[in-house]
Structures are given as structure tokens and as C-alpha cells.
């Protein structure tokens, strides 16, 4: 077998997560206010940022999908906080010899508007990664009604990164 010589790999990562009563609704480690009080559910917080960014990142180097590294079944990552399950990914990315050049990612959701939080969610992610973040790109999109998000059933984001190998 060929050992590929390729510096970089592209990964694409999604998630989606349904909107329930009495949970907190918390993307990119940020925690907001629906305005119908609902929040994701999820056996983690249900970052659905979060967990689209590190399915990308795990799909750049063929190791799976986060629920490989963190599975629902096992109770020590019930409610876990996303943004360390990022750091654990992120470090065994860079023990493989890659890192972080970019992501681009967005959150489709009709309600609350993402806009006042963008800068922060960069922030938070661009900290976790170890990354500038003007290496983050968030961005939020509605779903014109239509679908799960735009019925307000669930929120979901899709991410894109680029990696390096150093």
C-alpha cells in the first residue's frame, strides 16, 4: 500500500439536535435564551457546533465520529461539556502530527438570533483549539420555516476544516 504524501486534509462534520423543555440551549459554549425556553437534547450539553466541528476534524483523518470517542451509553460524558470533548479531539489531532488550519462552519436555527454571540462562540473555539481566531469562521442562517429548524423542532450545524500535517 501507497502511503499518501498529502500535507493537507479537508473534513466535513454535521449535527442536529431536537429542542426540549428543561435543558439548556448551549452552542459554540455559549449559553442562550430561546425564547421558548427550550434547549437541546443530548446526552452531552448537545453543542451541536461543537460536535459538527470535531466530526469534521475527525473526518479529515478517517478516525471516526465523535460518538467512537465519546459514547452516549458511557455516563461520564453525560452532560459533558462539549467544548472539553473539542480539547480531547484536538489532541489527539495534533499527536497524529496535524493541526488546525481553518473552519468554517454555520448554525442553521430560526430562533434566538446567533448574531450578538458569533464573536464569542469564535472566541470560546478558537481557545479550546489553540488557534487565532481569525482561524474560525461562524456563521448562523435560518431555514426559512422549513425543515426541523425552521419549525423549531431542532437546531443543527454543518462545519468544514482544513488541516495540515506539521
Not at 18 to 23: A, G, I, K
Not at 63 to 71: A, R, S, V
Not at 141 to 148: D, I, K, V
Request: hydrophobic residues 45%; contains cysteine; negative net charge.
Amino acid at each position: 500500500m501507497i502511503e499518501s504524501k498529502l500535507n493537507f486534509r479537508i473534513g466535513n462534520g454535521y449535527d442536529i439536535h431536537r429542542l426540549v423543555p428543561n435543558r439548556k440551549l448551549i452552542i459554540g459554549g455559549v449559553e442562550l435564551d430561546h425564547p421558548r425556553s427550550l434547549g437541546l437534547a443530548g446526552h452531552s450539553d448537545a453543542d451541536v457546533l461543537v460536535h459538527a466541528v470535531m466530526d469534521a476534524m475527525l473526518g479529515a483523518l478517517s478516525l471516526g465520529d465523535i460518538g467512537k470517542y465519546f459514547p452516549p451509553e458511557q455516563m461520564e460524558w453525560k452532560d459533558a461539556d462539549s467544548l472539553i470533548l473539542l480539547e480531547n479531539i484536538v489532541g489527539l489531532i495534533r499527536k497524529k502530527g496535524w493541526v488546525i488550519v481553518n473552519i468554517d462552519s454555520v448554525i442553521i436555527a430560526e430562533r434566538p438570533k446567533m448574531k450578538p454571540y458569533i464573536d464569542l462562540m469564535r472566541r470560546n473555539l478558537a481557545n479550546k483549539m489553540g488557534v487565532e481566531i481569525d482561524c474560525i469562521g461562524v456563521k448562523a442562517t435560518t431555514n426559512e420555516l422549513l425543515g426541523p429548524e425552521g419549525r423549531e423542532e431542532g437546531i443543527s450545524s454543518h462545519a468544514v476544516v482544513l488541516l495540515e500535517k506539521v
